[in-house]
């Protein structure tokens, strides 16, 4: 099936499961994902090595089919020349998250090391 925003809200969980994933016939990996709870989302699904990753794009409400589409397209264009996207962004959420306990500690009156010149 072609996702659009109509087929994305209309798709039903199947009886018995917590959520379910229908993938984009002409897309291979965009998907929406659906959840006993009612939420919808976009992802896009790959493999990287021996890895399977999945990136939660947004809602269905809050992303437009065809901007969901676009980014899953450039998503799967970083994956063929082998990038990891949720990779990279697992790495920056990190580095942010040490940069802000940096700065926290600085703001606790902490001391930072003396930086070589």
């Known amino acids: ?4 925003q109509k087929t994305a809200a209309a798709i039903e969980l ?3 499961k917590l959520e ?3 993938y984009d016939e002409d897309l291979p990996g965009f998907g ?3 959840r006993a709870g ?3 989302k976009w992802v896009v699904s790959y493999r990287i090595g021996r890895k399977d990753r999945r990136i939660t794009l947004g809602s269905i409400q809050a992303l437009d089919a065809g901007k969901a589409r676009n980014r899953a397209k450039e998503i799967l264009a970083q994956v063929r020349l082998g990038q990891d996207p ?3 962004k697992a790495e920056g959420i990190a580095v942010e998250f040490s940069a802000r306990n940096q700065v926290e500690g600085i ?9 070589n010149p």
């Open 14 to 16: 199947p009886a018995g």
């Open 38 to 40: 009612g939420s919808r």
């Open 20 to 22: 379910a994933i229908v």
């Open 1 to 4: 099936m072609k996702l659009n």
């Open 107 to 115: 703001n606790e009156g902490a001391t930072m090391p003396p930086v």
């Open 32 to 34: 929406v994902r659906i």
């Open 86 to 88: 949720a990779g990279s």
